[in-house]
Structure formats: structure tokens, C-alpha cells
């Protein structure tokens, strides 16, 4: 009688392969995930945080190794923040049929709606220590509430018979 120790995890990990596979044969897209696995990556998606700061919203993508000057473009599509482009990936040698790589390269893409109230020509971008800001200068501020006054037939008639009335006795002489 042998024995057979189960690995939860193996499972689990052919589970996700599956997954992958069922997706890729009905959409026809690749992951386009940042695991390591960049092998035919065709657009990634970097993550990202969205905080606040004051009245401002940053929004934070890790782009590692990646030149912002020459191969990043930010901007604004029909209410959308879209980042988008590209990371350069170095060629490994093979070595007895295998690839070892854990940096993704290629393509990326990203997207935000943008509030309404947020001012395009307040809007900045910044790099440092492989992370591009984008400052949305404003956009957490509270929206400013303005009441307007509502007038109804009723007080338009009022409202016009009284300033009629002003002028016709401002007109009539007086005796």
C-alpha cells in the first residue's frame, strides 16, 4: 500500500491554471496580470492607490524601471485619467529550455474616472523611487453648496404689480 501525501496548494495552483485557460479560449487575451508570469503579457495592469491629501487626490501606480519621460503617457480621455505605456524587458538567455524572469515588460494601461468638478489645468505628474504620482488638485474638496431662490407664479405676479405700481406713481405728478 502506497502512500500519498495531498498538497492543498498544488491543487489550487492547477485550479488557477485552469481559470487562465478557460479565460484566454473565450476572450482571446493573455493575463495580464504582474505575478512574474510576463511570457506573452500583451497589456499589464500596475496597481495603484488612490488616496487623499487635503483637498487633493493622488493617485499612486508602481511603475519600477520604467522611463516616464519617453515611454508614459498621462491624460484625459472623456472624464477619464488614462495612464498608458510601455516597459522594456531585457532578453535572457536560455539555458537548457528554460526561462527564469520575475519582471514583467511590455504594455500597460490604466484608467480613472475623474470627478466633474476636477480643473484639467490643475492636474500634475510626478516620478520618484519608481512610482508615478498624479496630483488631482481639488477633487476631494467638498463641493460647494449655493442656494437659489424659487419663485412662483404667484409671487412674479406679485412681485411685477408692485413695481407697476412704483412707476405709475412716480410718473404722476404730484399735486
Known amino acids: 500500500m502506497s502512500t500519498y501525501l495531498w498538497d492543498p496548494f498544488a491543487a489550487l495552483g492547477r485550479m488557477d491554471r485552469e481559470f ?37 487626490v493622488l493617485i499612486n501606480l508602481e ?31 536560455e539555458r537548457a529550455g528554460r526561462v527564469h524572469r520575475e519582471r514583467w515588460s511590455g504594455s500597460f494601461r490604466r484608467e480613472f474616472q475623474l470627478p466633474e468638478r476636477v480643473d484639467a489645468s490643475r492636474i500634475s505628474a510626478g516620478y520618484e523611487r519608481g512610482v508615478l504620482t498624479v496630483r488631482l488638485a481639488g477633487a476631494a474638496a467638498e463641493p460647494k453648496t449655493t442656494r437659489i431662490a424659487v ?18 406713481s412716480a410718473s404722476t405728478p404730484a399735486e
Open 20 to 56: 487562465d485557460e478557460i479565460v484566454r479560449r473565450a476572450w482571446g487575451t493573455r493575463r495580464p496580470a504582474l505575478t512574474g508570469r510576463s511570457q506573452g503579457v500583451e497589456c499589464a495592469v500596475p496597481s495603484a492607490d488612490v488616496v487623499t491629501e487635503g483637498e487633493d
Open 63 to 93: 511603475l519600477p524601471g520604467v522611463d516616464v519621460e519617453r515611454d508614459v503617457a498621462v491624460e484625459i480621455d472623456r472624464g477619464r485619467l488614462v495612464v498608458r505605456g510601455k516597459r522594456e524587458g531585457r532578453r535572457e538567455q
Open 151 to 168: 419663485t412662483t407664479a404667484s409671487s412674479a405676479a406679485v412681485t411685477a404689480a408692485s413695481s407697476d405700481h412704483d412707476h405709475e
